[in-house]
C-alpha cells in the first residue's frame, strides 16, 4: 500500500498516512493537532535541488589599458 508522507501547516508535524485507493486527501487530518491545515510532502526520493552557482568572468582582467611610450 503507498504511504504518503504529509506535513501539517499549523504544528509543522510530518507524518506519514498509508492512503487507499477510498481514501482522499482531504480526509486525513493532522495527528498532532486534528488540523486539516496540511500538505503533502515529496519523498526525499526525488527531491532535488538545482544550485547553480555564479562563477566570476575569468576574463575580466584582460583590459589593454597599456599606454605607448616611446620616446
Ligand atoms: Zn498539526
Do not use: Q
Amino acid at each position: 500500500m503507498p504511504i504518503y508522507e504529509f506535513k501539517c501547516r499549523d504544528c509543522n508535524k510530518k507524518f506519514e498516512t498509508i492512503l487507499t485507493s477510498s481514501a482522499k486527501v482531504s480526509t486525513v487530518i493532522c495527528p498532532e493537532c486534528k488540523s486539516k491545515n496540511i500538505m503533502k510532502t515529496i519523498s526525499s526520493s526525488s527531491y532535488r535541488l538545482s544550485t547553480s552557482s555564479s562563477g566570476i568572468p575569468s576574463g575580466a582582467l584582460s583590459g589593454c589599458s597599456s599606454k605607448g611610450g616611446f620616446s
